[in-house]
Every structure is written in structure tokens, then in C-alpha cells.
């Protein structure tokens, strides 16, 4: 009797062993993993892509040593852009797409810069200490120039800031990251031959369509332009006495600016004037003048040795009005824009958005 109170007694202990680890382990697995925040900025050390034949392709990016995982199906801000991993590889210069890299890496072969591009990295890290990128913001670089407008070269299509007045050798050489011609009508100097409108990298172009290269209230500009184009769609003239612009048009600018129909020097007041007057026709942009203070961001760009800022937005501080004109566009401009999604803790959901227009009284 006592051998079988013993062997029970066993029994009962060893099965309480196995019982009480399997309880634990039960419990943990029924815990939903907390993710952590894990979020990096800095200089791109490397990138990669798994699967190059997919267009949604997963990869990772290396930033300050810490590995990061690009998830399937991410698209990857630019300054002005968007793009899915892949395309940020398959829209490199082409040198990069021969060696079947980004150029944005700084162990990249093709990249002569000595420098990566920066990343911005909104990540979790998982329990099993993997990193996973929920958001990236991609900058070739982060360089801004501010100064007067001392020269414009019209036949080229660039500009000078803080230079010598009228001279085209000194100063910062800035040229619009244009490739679509929206602004601009660019060539010569630091173009590449068979360039999109002289597009150092098209993948960190200006937004062609939300205008990113404004007035301080957001009226889109230009810079006119000496080569000859031909209007394939005019504009009809308003029931307000606002002239149109024929379909056939040849739009072409004097050697001083002044004349194309395109990028209208109409559009502008007397130099000097402030408030400048109304827009003459917003259907048309307004064009960067001599003297004008300009804000330049983007990245250098040292192509058959010159040296130019390849800008994807561009701020002139001066503040144009349109006219309340059914028949006449008016713009707006987002400089700030804030969105504080409803958290457990606080229970709140807050916005902030601060713009300027340019019809400010409707």
C-alpha cells in the first residue's frame, strides 16, 4: 500500500511539473506582441532589393549601422516624389542601374559624392528584434540656399543667387529638378547629353502638378525661356477682357526676359513695387525676376565639371495675388501641416494646418 501511495504521489508531482510550463507557455502565446518604436535618421550606408523582377519587391536599408527592413509593398517618399523600392533603383543614373545600384548608398560604386543620401525612418522592432520600416523619407541631400537673384540666363535656363549683378560667373548656380519642362526650359551648362530637361536625377524631381516652386502664396513660377515653342493648346479669352493665347503661338523670350507668352513678365508689377499688383492672367505662371530673394532646396550637382544646386522646391519671397475672377485660377500653399492621431492615453484627435492663398478675402 505504501509503494502505491509513493507511486501516486509521483505521479501527481511530475504531472504538476509538466503542467505548470505548459500553462506559462500557453499564456505567453496568447499575448499579442507589443511593437517597439524604432525610429533612425541619417546617412544611407546601403541598400538593397530582393526580388528585382518584382515591382513591389521588398529589401533593406542600412542607416547608422542598424539594419532596416523594407516591407513589400512600401512606397518610399521623396522630397517631392514617390516610388517603390524598385524603381528607386530602376530610375537611377544609368551608371548605378549598371552596377544595379541606387547611387543613394555610400558604399554605392557609382556614387563619386563620398556621401549618402539621408534617410528618415519611422520603424518598429519586433519581439524577434527585427527592425520594420513603416515609413522612409528619402533626401539626396538637404542643402538650401537663400539669396538674391543676380543673374538669369534665359537661353539656358538657370539662375544665379548672390552673385556679382549681371554677371554669370559667380554666385550659386541654381537649376530647377524640371524633367517634365513644367517651369523650365533648360540646356548647356551641367546637362548631360539625352538628360530630361537637363534632370541630373529625375527621381527627386519638383511635383509638376502640386506646385512645389511657388510664391510665398503659392502662384506657381517660371523661368522664360529664348528657345522658340509652339502652344499646342491655347487659351481662350475671358468674358472679364482677359485676352487669350492662340493655339499656334510661338512662345519665345527676348534676350532680357521679357515677351514669352508662356512665363508673361505681365505677370509681375513694376520692380520695386510692394504690394505688386494682381496677377494679370493666373491661367499663366509668374516669372523669377533680377533682384527677386529666393529660397533654393535640394542637392549639388558637379556635372562636366559645374557645380549647381539641383532644387526640387523653390520659394520666392514675394507674395502674389490673383484677381475674383471666376475665369481666373487662384492657388493655394500648405507651409504647415500637422495631424494628431486619437491615442489610448489621451483620447484625442487634434489638426493643425497653416497656408496662404492667393485670394485671401473668399
Known amino acids: 500500500m505504501k509503494n502505491d501511495k509513493d507511486r501516486i504521489g509521483r505521479f501527481i508531482r511530475t504531472s504538476l511539473l509538466l503542467v505548470v510550463p505548459l500553462v506559462a507557455w500557453l499564456r505567453a502565446g496568447s499575448v499579442q506582441a507589443v511593437p517597439v518604436a524604432a525610429n533612425i535618421t541619417g546617412e544611407i550606408e546601403r541598400i538593397t ?26 512606397l518610399i517618399d521623396l522630397p517631392a516624389n514617390r516610388l517603390t523600392l524598385k524603381q528607386l533603383f530602376e530610375q537611377a ?85 524640371d524633367p517634365t519642362s513644367r517651369h523650365t526650359v533648360q540646356q548647356g551648362l551641367g546637362c548631360l547629353p539625352g538628360s530630361q530637361n537637363c534632370s541630373p536625377d529625375p527621381r527627386f524631381t519638383l511635383d509638376p502638378d502640386n506646385y512645389t516652386n511657388v510664391f510665398t502664396t503659392g502662384f506657381p513660377l517660371c523661368l522664360p525661356s ?33 515677351g514669352d507668352v508662356l512665363c508673361p513678365s505681365t505677370n509681375r ?44 522646391t523653390t520659394t520666392v519671397q514675394r507674395a502674389l495675388q490673383t484677381k475674383n475672377d471666376p475665369a481666373q485660377p487662384d492657388y493655394l500653399f500648405l507651409e504647415e501641416v500637422f495631424i494628431d492621431a486619437p491615442g489610448f492615453i489621451n483620447q484625442r484627435a487634434r489638426a493643425l494646418f497653416i497656408g496662404f492663398t492667393t485670394l485671401a478675402t473668399p
Request: aromatic fraction near 4%; hydrophobic fraction near 40%; charge should be negative.
Open 49 to 74: 532589393l530582393d526580388t528585382p523582377g518584382d515591382h513591389w519587391s521588398s529589401g533593406t536599408i542600412v542607416v547608422g549601422g542598424q539594419i532596416v527592413i523594407l516591407p513589400r509593398n512600401l
Open 93 to 177: 543614373p544609368a551608371a548605378c542601374i549598371a552596377n544595379g545600384e541606387t547611387g543613394l548608398a555610400k558604399a554605392d560604386a557609382c556614387n563619386l559624392s563620398g556621401a549618402g543620401g539621408f534617410a528618415t525612418i519611422s520603424a518598429n522592432r519586433s519581439d524577434a528584434g527585427n527592425v520594420i520600416a513603416g515609413d522612409v523619407l528619402i533626401e539626396k541631400g538637404k542643402e538650401v540656399v537663400n539669396g538674391a537673384v543676380t543673374f538669369i540666363n534665359y537661353a539656358d535656363g538657370y539662375f544665379r543667387l548672390s552673385g556679382q549683378p549681371g554677371v554669370d560667373n559667380a554666385g550659386v548656380i541654381v537649376r530647377l529638378n
Open 226 to 258: 529664348t528657345v522658340p515653342r509652339t502652344l499646342v493648346t491655347g487659351l481662350p479669352a475671358t468674358a472679364s477682357g482677359i485676352p487669350g493665347v492662340a493655339a499656334g503661338t510661338v512662345a519665345q523670350a527676348a534676350a532680357d526676359g521679357t
Open 269 to 312: 508689377g513694376p520692380a520695386g513695387v510692394v504690394p505688386e499688383p494682381e496677377v494679370a492672367d493666373s491661367r499663366l505662371f509668374a516669372p523669377i525676376k533680377l533682384g527677386d530673394s529666393v529660397s533654393a532646396e535640394g542637392n549639388f550637382e558637379t556635372i562636366a565639371g559645374a557645380t549647381f544646386l539641383s532644387s526640387h
